[in-house]
DNA sequence: GGCTAGTACTTGGCCATACATAGTACTTTT
DNA sequence: AAAAGTACTATGTATGGCCAAGTACTAGCC
């Protein structure tokens, strides 16, 4: 056990949440999701990312379609289904509420 | 996959944090985090909290003492050790860049 | 003394996800 | 035709939360 892998596990699940949402904002693919997280410091890498689309994809919540591109194989560029939506509306207040309840427990300071 | 189960993901590693956070502020038996964390509607159950209590202290940041009881069997009371401060400290951070990171992302509106 | 109920803690197994790593497939460049 | 770059796939590992059953101690009761 040390801090390394706390922080790994901090981000399971809301890895989810964050890909669901910048999906929900307009067709996007891998490697532009991957810029996104990046840049809000949400570091991810292609190993955890692709699995995680195949998962969702699945599970019914994205759909994707094919489209050709100038500089390399073609992509998949996924959208949110119906029932990806309402997942993600869950999420939504799932993370509301933990990020609320550990704000609860957190900010008691020392009881003297 | 499903709701649920995402729920219970997005709890990985948070519970560590809160759990050392709520044993920082002073002696506790298992049964009093219970209770704290149940309060602020983070669920958690004996057989969760038990052995991630066990985790820590195998990993030094905790360390406990038998107390006596009035009521029933003895009870281990935990503290931190300084390696458990300073674990705490580092968790403090990374689950605000975390809260900041998600934040980014999905205050992000619909791209139109 | 033996029995039941309640409290506190322990243990073993299951499952899902993040990650590392290696590999496939297609396109462009040289 | 070979090399490099981009996009996606597949496999195996480690970890933590949870379920469920079990152990151990105390108190109250007959």
Known sequence: MNVEN?????????????????????EVYASDMLD???????????????PLLTRLKNAGLLE????ESKSGPPR??????????????KLTKTWDELVHSTQMIT???RAT
Chains 1, 2 share one sequence.
Do not use: F, N, P
């Open 6 to 26: 706390t922080q790994v596990q901090m981000r399971k699940g809301i890895l989810e949440y964050c890909v669901l949402h910048i999906i929900s904002r307009g």
């Open 36 to 50: 996104e997280l990046t840049a809000a410091k949400m570091i991810v890498v292609e190993g955890t990312l692709y």
């Open 64 to 67: 994707y379609k094919w489209v």
């Open 76 to 89: 998949k560029y996924y959208t949110l289904t119906d029932k990806g939506s309402k997942v993600l509306e």
């Open 107 to 109: 900010s008691k300071s």
